[in-house]
């Protein structure tokens, strides 16, 4: 009982700072509650985030701010065609010392940090692509055969041009599902614009405020993984998932007839992480089924794809993932 009484008061302590780290990220990137709301979580969970949206949207401006807000020492890469893996991890350079000896020292790379912002990720080659894999999922690299851990936490934010591929390289589907959610920054509405604008064009702008420190996120990090998940939303956890694949028995005809192929089992781990951050940053102690089919999409688009003939025909993934989605929970809360 006075464990489940600390966990409580935990949570509920939690919550009231990320309230705070809301408030200060807001005050510099103004309206885009969504597209906060699923970089927090992406942070919270230990994770990393692919944000899509076209130039001048604040995906940068929105990266310095978690950095700053969260206590977290961050790099910028911007990704180009010549950019190299070394450019990234870092290299050895021989080095002669003042006795004339000579020794290789190792030159840590950008990817040395805490959160990484990776610009426009799909304009380097693959090899170069390539390097971000191992340090995503097992957080270390490997140079000239060495290893090397990285700082704790070790997060990645992306970002991705949706409209301009020329001259571009698409991530191949093993790094598109190291990245915990997709973000979509769209358009602001009016009203955020008007605030934007007033806010951007004076003679001095809002500052963030750090609210937590590396290793608080790091037990924030912990202290989410301790959070109840009930029964309901973990059995819709697995049926939302397993409806996806189209050579799943349970795959409704509109699945089976779109789908080339479906979402793996990181993502219903994904699920299970994401529904606790999202309930943690709105004030409540336990995910539920209408979390699910919130984080459905950020979770699942980048995980699957459409048929050649779907998407010939103009078929939107985006809104079969809401369509199936909205299947799966009625089904649940009919059983």
């Known amino acids: 009982m006075a464990d489940a009484e600390n966990l409580v008061a935990d949570i509920e302590a939690l919550e009231e700072k990320l309230a705070q780290a809301k408030q200060s990220i807001n005050a510099r990137f103004i309206g885009q509650e969504r597209v906060v709301e699923l970089t927090l979580s992406a942070l919270l969970c230990g994770g990393h985030g692919l944000l899509i949206g076209l130039p001048g949207l604040g995906k940068t ?57 990776a610009d426009e990720i799909n304009r380097a080659s693959p090899r170069t692509q390539s390097a971000l894999l191992q340090a995503m999922q097992e957080k270390q690299v490997t140079v000239a055969g060495e290893t090397r851990t990285l700082d704790a936490p070790f997060h990645v934010l992306a970002t991705q041009n949706p409209i301009e591929q020329e001259g571009t390289y698409p991530l191949p589907e093993a790094q598109l599902d190291r990245f915990l959610v997709q973000v979509d920054v769209n358009y602001p509405d009016r009203e955020t614009e008007r605030d934007i604008l007033l806010a951007t064009t004076g003679i001095e702008e809002a500052e963030a405020h750090q609210v937590f420190t590396a290793q608080e996120l790091i037990d924030a990090q912990t202290l989410l993984r301790r959070m109840p998940v009930g029964d309901s939303v973990v059995e819709m956890i697995l049926d939302l998932v397993r409806a996806f694949r189209p050579e799943d ?43 699910v089919i919130n984080m459905a999409r950020p979770v699942l688009t980048h995980r699957m794809a459409l048929s050649f003939s779907a998407r010939a025909r103009g078929e939107d993934l985006g809104a079969l993932i809401d369509e199936v989605a909205s299947g799966v929970a009625r089904t649940e809360a009919a059983a």
């Open 61 to 117: 401006r929105l990266v310095e701010t978690l950095s700053t807000v969260m206590g977290l020492n961050g790099n910028r890469v911007q990704f180009t065609p010549d950019l190299m893996p070394a450019d990234i991890l870092g290299s050895e350079v021989l080095e002669t010392g003042a006795d004339g000896s000579r020794a290789f020292k190792f030159i840590p790379g950008p990817i040395f940090c805490q959160l990484m912002m």
């Open 249 to 291: 028995p349970s795959a409704p005809e509109r699945v089976r007839e779109l789908v080339a192929w479906g979402p793996g089992p990181r993502a219903a781990q994904a699920l299970m992480l994401t529904v606790r951050a999202r309930a943690l940053l709105q004030g409540r102690l336990a995910p539920s089924p209408e979390d």
